[in-house]
């Protein structure tokens, strides 16, 4: 971006807010995930609710912003396999949380970048430089670490769900990739968050149970939290370029060691937290790479 279509200072400020903003919804959101699951909510039931009740802030965002009109979509299909793979990623990422604690749960979401990385060059057919495959090998090992592929210490359901929903929410941003050039963010989450009613009712009719009161209001207020913090990183991006706010996305780890220490008394492992460093340096500098492929007049790899 050339100086002259830099955003005002107090636009980027505002941008980084919204996204902090963001991280900690989506850290509160695991916390309510977990804790309704610890009280026998089923997955796909806790997946109805925090979509249908994402409704309540998207819808009044879509109308005192873009009007209904933006539901209009050229890419019918384009929606379709986003919601799958992105659904496929929240059903496995919300399960995790029933197994592991939750800044370990949330770090490994952080592999999600070197996963897209890989996507990328065998579905978009995108050139990936040996500086970026390197920075993917790198924030694998971060992955052994969280991991801790020991006898007795690696949590072997946990670890698969985590890195299984990783690699669905990357999946999701290649698609989105693929359907961005004609469709709006709004319309984007409105038919992810659709798929999301569909696919979690579907699936509690195969097993439901009926919540009491407080968890009840648990799985309402992660759906209207949730739909919150997707709104909050919309609006980040609105306010400030994706290279600036993007390594503040790394903030969630911070909210979920909080939560975690709060809520069940959990301490990161040491392994964890090393591991987690070594996936967002790993992370970052992917990124830094590829705003420089695309401010680079050839457009080359790197």
């Known amino acids: 971006m050339s100086p002259s279509a830099s955003p005002p200072a107090s636009n ?18 695991s916390a309510l995930v977990k ?36 539901l209009r979509t050229r890419r019918p299909l384009g929606h379709f396999a986003r919601a799958t793979v992105g659904l496929f990623g929240m059903v496995c990422g919300f399960s995790a949380v029933q197994y592991l604690p939750l800044t370990e749960a ?7 970048p070197l996963f897209m ?22 924030g694998f090992v971060g992955v052994l670490l969280m991991a801790r592929p020991l006898p007795g210490q690696m949590n072997v359901p946990g ?3 985590g890195i299984l929903a990783a690699l669905g929410a990357a999946g999701a941003m290649v698609a989105i990739r693929q359907i961005s050039d004609t469709e709006r963010g709004a319309t984007i989450v409105f038919y992810f968050t659709l798929g999301g009613v569909v696919i979690g009712l579907v ?54 060691a909080l939560l975690g220490l709060v809520i ?32 680079a007049p050839d457009g080359g790899a790197n």
């Open 35 to 70: 804790w309704t699951g610890s009280r026998g909510v089923p997955v796909f039931e806790i997946i109805l609710f925090r979509n249908l009740f994402a409704f309540l802030p998207l819808g009044l965002y879509i109308w005192r912003t873009t009007g209904f009109e933006v």
């Open 106 to 112: 949330t770090a490994l979401q952080f592999t999600s």
């Open 159 to 161: 670890v698969t769900l």
């Open 12 to 29: 980027v400020v505002l941008g980084i807010a919204y996204r902090v903003a963001a991280m900690a919804c989506m850290a509160v959101l």
């Open 117 to 138: 990385t890989a996507l990328s060059a065998m579905l978009l057919s995108e050139k990936v430089g040996r500086h970026r495959w390197a920075a993917v090998c790198v």
């Open 264 to 295: 069940w008394g959990e301490l990161p492992h040491p392994l964890t937290m090393a591991g987690a460093v070594v996936v967002a340096g790993s992370g970052v500098y992917i990124l830094h790479r590829e705003l420089r492929r695309y401010r």
């Open 203 to 256: 699936g509690s009719l195969f097993h439901w149970v009926t919540p009491d009161p407080l968890t009840l209001a648990m799985l309402v207020l992660a759906g209207v939290i949730g739909g919150v913090g997707q709104l909050f990183l919309t609006e980040a991006l609105r306010q400030a370029p994706v290279g600036v706010i993007a390594p503040f996305d790394y903030t969630q780890l911070v909210w979920a």
